[in-house]
């Protein structure tokens, strides 16, 4: 069965650095998200990403994110300078038709 | 705005016991609502939706728009059953998350 797969499972990075978290979406999946969840808390929605452009995005997700599918299978998210508090665990999900999700396994941010 | 509320983060039954997990809901046009569950050390999955009606790994979740509610029940629960459960509700092609029950199934 297809899978939305992540890399990598654990990422640490040092404040202020950048980082680029991937995701590979189902292939005929035409909906990505990613979602994060901070330990001990929920999972909350930062972006979606729709015919190659950002439909919606959260107030989580201010300047230092960005998004991209460079090459029409990865889906990236990408943290400018990273804080303290963006340490969490940081999901991709897709779909097909906008309805029901099919999340990755994650990866843990930490930084330090 | 949306919003989903499950106000129990915590809920231990023994093995065998019913288990019920609460999710209510504010919105203001035709929600449609799932429920995701996630094992340890497993990636989130759905476990239903609403529009389905179909009862998975013993689990049902009826609709109540009068009470704003999509309650999880499951009558006899079993130890795989230990896991995180999240309930969801989607509107523009997202879905927010409730904050999520950790379910501990006892022997």
């Known amino acids: 069965e297809p899978e939305v797969t992540q890399t990598p499972s654990h990422q640490v990075t040092q404040m202020g650095q950048e980082v680029i978290l991937r995701c590979v979406p189902i292939s005929n999946h035409l909906y990505f998200y990613w979602y994060r969840q901070i330990l001990g808390q929920k999972v909350e929605f930062l972006v979606s990403f729709y015919n190659n452009e950002i439909s919606e995005k959260s107030e989580i997700f201010d300047d230092q994110f960005s998004v991209e599918r460079p090459d029409g299978s990865n889906f990236t998210l990408k943290i400018r300078s990273t804080k303290l508090e963006d340490s969490a665990m940081y999901f991709c999900a897709s779909t097909k038709t906008g309805k029901v999700a099919f999340f990755g396994q994650g990866t843990r941010l930490t930084v330090v | 705005a949306q919003r989903v509320t499950q106000p129990e983060k915590l809920l231990s039954v023994f093995k065998g016991a019913p288990v019920e997990l609460k999710c209510n809901y504010s919105y203001s046009g035709s929600p449609e609502l799932f429920w995701y569950v996630q094992y340890s050390r497993q990636r989130l999955q759905l476990l239903l939706r609403h529009i389905s009606r179909e009862s998975i790994k013993g689990f049902t979740a009826d609709l109540n728009k009068g009470e704003t509610s999509f309650h999880l029940k499951k009558p006899f629960a079993q130890e795989e059953d230990s896991a995180m459960y999240y309930c969801?509700?989607?509107?523009?092609?997202?879905?927010?998350f409730g904050a999520g029950t950790t379910v501990t199934v006892r022997a």
């Open positions: 969801a509700l989607t509107e523009d092609y997202k879905l927010s």
